[in-house]
């Protein structure tokens, strides 16, 4: 069965700075694919980004990276230059062929200080 | 304006009620799911389905049920026989259920049992 870890149930940053959020993943499938979503204060969860496992290059959106991991199952999440609007939970998740089609962590909470 | 749309935003539930929560989708997408949220638990899924007339247990499907007969519609019933049934649910679909797509998420219904 598949796991998502998240080791950090709080995080602070300042505005304008840099913070990574952790994850760590288990999973004996040779292919799947991990995702960070974002939860603001309204509840609605939004995709930030997504990385596939065969794929070695770190995927970036804008402000947002990750650094893929594939031999340590290490999948964290960067968010440069940090804005007040990504103030948020932020839950990793792990898709395989598995029973369940997509596997959360438990999620940080986010809390960006101006 | 293509999304998910999840109704009531709130709902309160007497002891020994079912109720019904709704999510309907208009993207056109072929598979769709059901989460429940507790505080500091993430994201744990009830049921899915990835075609009309066709739908899996999740991790947590106990004391639930539901339905798929229309391909945009797969509203959740909360049973009596659900021990702890007030949490966030949050419905989701995506394209088809693959594990290459993304999961998009509606805005959530909080449920309250009184």
């Known amino acids: 069965a598949q796991t998502v870890t998240q080791s950090q149930p709080e995080m602070s940053v300042q505005e304008a700075e840099t913070v990574t959020l952790s994850c760590t993943y288990d999973?004996?499938?040779?292919?799947?694919?991990l995702f960070w979503y974002k939860q603001p204060p309204s509840r609605q969860m939004i995709l930030v980004i997504r990385?596939?496992?065969?794929?070695?290059q770190n995927a970036t959106e804008n402000r947002f990276s990750v650094n893929f991991q594939k031999a340590a199952k290490s999948f964290s999440l960067k968010i440069s230059d940090s804005q007040l609007g990504d103030t948020a939970m932020y839950f990793c998740?792990?898709?395989?062929?598995?029973?369940?089609?997509?596997?959360f962590g438990k999620g940080t909470r986010l809390s960006v200080i101006a | 304006d293509g999304g998910i749309t999840q109704s009531p935003k709130y709902l309160f539930r007497k002891e020994g009620q079912n109720v019904t929560l709704s999510c309907e989708q208009n993207l056109n997408h072929d598979a769709m799911y059901w989460y429940r949220q507790d505080p500091g638990q993430g994201l744990r899924l009830i049921y899915y389905?990835?075609?009309?007339?066709?739908?899996q247990k999740g991790d947590i499907a106990e004391g639930y049920s539901v339905s798929r007969e229309k391909k945009e519609s797969f509203p959740l019933t909360v049973t009596s026989a659900q021990k702890n049934p007030t949490a966030f649910y949050l419905c989701?679909?995506?394209?088809?259920?693959?594990?290459?797509?993304?999961?998009?998420f509606g805005p959530g219904t909080r449920l309250t049992v009184l």
């Open positions: 990385q596939e496992a065969y794929k070695q």
């Open positions: 389905s990835q075609i009309v007339n066709d739908f």
């Open positions: 999973t004996s499938e040779n292919n799947y694919y």
């Open positions: 998740a792990s898709s395989s062929s598995g029973n369940t089609p997509l596997v």
């Open positions: 989701a679909s995506s394209i088809a259920g693959f594990i290459t797509d993304t999961q998009y």
